[in-house]
């Protein structure tokens, strides 16, 4: 029985922080669209910690368009890292706010802009993959949840891994 009241409270808790989550997603955003408007240099820390939120974004969408959405590495050597740098623009007419980006597994990791992109501006998003321990032809996959529509926008890391006895620690970048 006192399992069952503490589940309660849990859900009911859980419910009232997303439902606060989404108004100050929606507060965050409006201070952002106000912040490029009259041309903040920084953007302040409420909005580098609603950026940092995995959550799918609410309110007016944008669009984005990437000026390549697949990058092939060509053939490594197991253990080394490669590296790419990934350029997109903000094609709409509302401040583009990414989330979240993430890699397939663990060995892709993205860095992405925390702060809000103005409508036309550019940005950059740079994926790193270690090889160690993953052989043969690959398609590392980074989804970007972002304020488009739809919420979610997919860049690709491609090339093939040799095996080698013993990985190096060399860095590819492109």
Avoid at 5 to 28: E, H, M, P, R, T
Avoid at 54 to 82: I, Q, W, Y
Avoid at 160 to 167: C, K, P, Q
């Amino acid at each position: 029985m006192l399992k069952s009241i503490k589940s309660a409270f849990f859900a009911v808790a859980v419910l009232g922080l997303l439902a606060s989550c989404q108004n100050a997603s929606n507060d965050v955003r409006d201070a952002a669209r106000q912040d490029i408007e009259s041309n903040a240099v920084a953007p302040t820390t409420n909005i580098q910690s609603a950026v940092q939120t995995p959550n799918t974004p609410t309110g007016p969408t944008t669009t984005m368009a990437f000026s390549e959405e697949r990058f092939s590495f060509g053939t490594v050597a197991e253990g080394e890292k490669v590296s790419h740098t990934y350029k997109f623009t903000n094609t709409g007419n509302e401040p583009l706010i990414l989330s979240n980006a993430r890699g397939s597994c663990g060995c892709t990791v993205p860095k992405w802009p925390r702060e809000p992109i103005a409508p036309g501006q550019s940005s950059e998003i740079t994926v790193e993959f270690n090889t160690a321990n993953k052989r043969g032809n690959r398609s590392q996959k980074v989804t970007i949840t972002a304020n488009t529509n739809p919420a979610e926008t997919f860049i690709y890391l491609e090339g093939e891994v040799i095996a080698t006895d013993a990985g190096t620690d060399m860095s590819v970048n492109n």
